[in-house]
């Protein structure tokens, strides 16, 4: 569906915000140059209008570019596609992506710095995901790790994830081992001005390497790590003999999940001298019934950490890094990031700032929540708020004017919305809701 008349409430907010930060021309004002940008703002809106309404490809935004600029009603500019083309064609580097990153800091800091927060305090969640290419033309597109997409190109994003928003991203030709994003990853947290004190990944970052350089920065972390280790094989056989004899060293969880502390272990094979961390080995059993006969599987993972909590609270905590997990799937269910701008040998940089771009609307959205909506909407989904609110709220934008639905559900909300943003006669041309 197109979203270009019901996201009007948000895509304003973005402009109050933007319009009135003094951060844009001093972050993007130089690198903008490079790509022959001399507004920053509009390239920024224009970003923003494309990811808050979904629109998959350009070319989806180039069919719907004058009903685009109609709801806006001159209130800001927009670039055309075939404008937007040629400026991403200009993108020589990843110091704009950087620069973008510094200018959601800043936002984030001045409006909303409460996204940043948790139950445990500041936590980094780093992670990956892989993304199809569907051409073997672009750059860095090749057949790489990934077991979901056996023989097809790909690319490769790693994340980083703190509360509830990404801070930083890096894309990657498909043939590379993302664990090395990690120490990347945690120097460039600390570069954009994020303070933080936990470090959370899963075992693709579990190496001996990765845990030595988190205790330098002195961070605590829980970490997943490989059960291939030799150490962690004899534990898998030991936990296996405990679990008949059901002793009390099996803490469990709930039904089929189980835990067991194995204390200090030896996490580290290339090193001479051993690596002694604590490490939670965790068994999951998964029971399916097919043809009439119940099929049971078990699974084995452990946890490396060296935080000093109990280990059922070590494995409720490393659990919660479903929470970058969860914001993968915002990104790929209404921010389309599979879908990339453009194609070609130049192509991965220009492919990373539009996936940063699209990292910056949701943020812009969640600090939107933050703000404007009541506490009851605050943590729902951009898609699940545009459906349940907006769209049996809003019929048309038409001369200025909100047209309601014939039985408008959220018309408290809706009017509450345009009574912030209208506020000190901002908009150009104001907008009036018809009862």
Same mark, same amino acid.
């Given at each position: 569906?197109?979203?270009?008349?019901?996201?009007?409430?948000?895509?304003? #907010?973005?402009?109050?915000?933007?319009?009135?930060?003094?951060?844009?021309?001093?972050?993007?004002?130089?690198?903008?140059?490079?790509?022959?940008?001399?507004?920053?703002?509009?390239?920024?809106?224009?970003?923003?209008?494309?990811?808050?309404?979904? &629109?998959?490809?350009?070319?989806?935004?180039?069919?719907?570019? *004058?009903?685009?600029?109609?709801?806006?009603?001159?209130?800001?500019?927009?670039?055309?596609?075939?404008?937007?083309?040629?400026?991403?064609?200009?993108?020589?580097?990843?110091?704009?992506?950087?620069?973008?990153?510094?200018?959601?800091?800043?936002?984030?800091?001045?409006?909303?710095?409460?996204?940043?927060?948790?139950?445990?305090?500041?936590?980094?969640?780093?992670?990956?995901?892989?993304?199809?290419?569907?051409?073997?033309?672009?750059?860095?597109?090749?057949?790489?790790?990934?077991?979901?997409?056996?023989?097809?190109?790909?690319?490769?994003?790693?994340?980083?994830?703190?509360?509830?928003?990404?801070?930083?991203?890096?894309? &990657?030709?498909? +043939?590379?081992?993302?664990?090395? &994003?990690?120490?990347?990853?945690?120097?460039?947290?600390?570069?954009?001005?994020?303070?933080?004190?936990?470090?959370? /990944?899963?075992?693709?970052?579990?190496?001996?390497?990765?845990?030595?350089?988190?205790?330098?920065?002195?961070?605590?972390?829980?970490?997943?790590?490989?059960?291939?280790?030799?150490?962690?094989?004899?534990?898998?056989?030991?936990?296996?003999?405990?679990?008949?004899?059901?002793?009390?060293?099996?803490?469990?969880?709930?039904?089929?999940? *189980?835990?067991?502390?194995?204390?200090?272990?030896?996490? /580290?094979?290339?090193?001479?001298?051993?690596?002694?961390?604590?490490?939670?080995?965790?068994?999951?059993?998964?029971?399916?019934?097919? +043809?009439?006969?119940?099929?049971?599987?078990?699974? #084995?993972?452990?946890?490396?950490?060296?935080?000093?909590?109990?280990?059922?609270?070590?494995?409720?905590?490393?659990?919660?890094?479903?929470?970058?997990?969860?914001?993968?799937?915002?990104?790929?269910?209404?921010?389309?990031?599979?879908?990339?701008?453009?194609?070609?040998?130049?192509?991965?940089? /220009?492919?990373?700032?539009?996936?940063?771009?699209?990292? &910056? *609307?949701?943020?812009?959205?969640?600090?939107?929540?933050?703000?404007?909506?009541?506490?009851?909407?605050?943590?729902?989904?951009?898609?699940?708020?545009?459906?349940?609110?907006?769209?049996?709220?809003?019929?048309?934008?038409?001369?200025?004017?909100?047209?309601?639905?014939?039985?408008?559900?959220?018309?408290?909300?809706?009017?509450?919305?345009?009574?912030?943003?209208?506020?000190?006669?901002?908009?150009?041309?104001?907008?009036?809701?018809?009862?």
């Amino acid at each position: 569906m197109n979203y270009c008349n019901i996201t009007l409430p948000i895509i304003l #907010f973005y402009y109050k915000i933007l319009k009135e930060s003094c951060w844009i021309n001093k972050y993007l004002k130089s690198p903008c140059k490079l790509i022959n940008v001399s507004i920053p703002l509009t390239f920024i809106m224009t970003l923003l209008m494309i990811h808050t309404v979904g &629109f998959e490809y350009i070319s989806h935004y180039q069919k719907f570019y *004058a009903e685009c600029v109609s709801v806006i009603n001159g209130n800001f500019t927009i670039y055309c596609a075939d404008m937007l083309r040629k400026i991403l064609m200009l993108v020589p580097g990843s110091m704009i992506t950087w620069k973008f990153f510094l200018l959601q800091r800043r936002l984030v800091d001045q409006h909303a710095p409460s996204l940043c927060d948790s139950k445990h305090g500041k936590v980094l969640d780093i992670d990956g995901l892989s993304l199809v290419s569907y051409s073997r033309k672009r750059e860095g597109s090749d057949f790489g790790h990934s077991r979901k997409f056996k023989g097809r190109p790909l690319l490769q994003v790693s994340g980083s994830f703190i509360g509830k928003i990404f801070i930083d991203c890096k894309l &990657f030709s498909g +043939n590379t081992n993302t664990s090395t &994003f990690f120490k990347k990853a945690v120097k460039r947290a600390f570069s954009l001005g994020y303070s933080f004190t936990i470090v959370r /990944a899963d075992a693709l970052y579990g190496i001996a390497e990765n845990l030595l350089f988190s205790e330098k920065l002195s961070l605590l972390y829980a970490i997943g790590i490989s059960t291939s280790l030799k150490a962690l094989k004899k534990g898998k056989k030991l936990f296996k003999k405990l679990a008949k004899k059901k002793s009390y060293k099996i803490i469990h969880i709930k039904k089929g999940n *189980a835990i067991m502390d194995l204390g200090l272990v030896n996490v /580290a094979k290339q090193y001479t001298k051993p690596v002694l961390r604590r490490v939670i080995l965790c068994r999951r059993i998964h029971r399916r019934k097919k +043809n009439g006969n119940w099929k049971i599987k078990t699974y #084995f993972h452990a946890i490396v950490t060296n935080l000093d909590w109990t280990p059922r609270a070590v494995y409720r905590f490393y659990m919660q890094r479903q929470v970058i997990e969860n914001g993968f799937k915002e990104l790929r269910y209404h921010f389309n990031i599979n879908k990339f701008c453009k194609n070609g040998k130049t192509s991965l940089k /220009a492919n990373e700032l539009w996936i940063a771009s699209k990292m &910056f *609307a949701m943020t812009m959205y969640k600090i939107f929540a933050e703000t404007i909506l009541s506490k009851r909407l605050r943590n729902k989904r951009i898609r699940t708020l545009l459906r349940e609110l907006f769209e049996n709220t809003i019929s048309r934008i038409q001369n200025q004017k909100v047209v309601l639905r014939r039985n408008p559900k959220h018309l408290w909300h809706l009017k509450r919305m345009f009574t912030k943003l209208q506020q000190n006669n901002f908009l150009m041309h104001p907008y009036e809701i018809q009862v």
